[in-house]
């Protein structure tokens, strides 16, 4: 059995589980699996979940001139980039563009 086949058989088990109505328990016992293995399962699904929640963002505050050399700051998966000149009171007015 390949991993995606394992994959859709466990999200199959966990969609049958959340739709039961019943507790883990319960479900467990009538499904003959080891009430383990499914919090194993519903930690894998929600994971899964979260990761395809994922999305990146872009936020562009001025566009450089050629020769500018910016500062630049990541944190995590965010980066901002700093031209000389850059004021940090500039009003909103001053973003050209913001994409989530």
Known sequence: MTLDEQSRI???QVNAYRASGQ???AWCSENN???NTLRYW???CNREDKADLKQ???IELKQP???EVPIIVKIGTV???LYSGFQAETPAGGIRRIAF
């Open 10 to 12: 466990r999200r199959q």
């Open 23 to 25: 507790t883990a328990a």
């Open 33 to 35: 699996l080891s009430i």
């Open 42 to 44: 519903l930690t894998k």
């Open 56 to 58: 990146e963002a872009f």
């Open 65 to 67: 001139s050629v020769k």
């Open 79 to 81: 980066s901002i980039e």
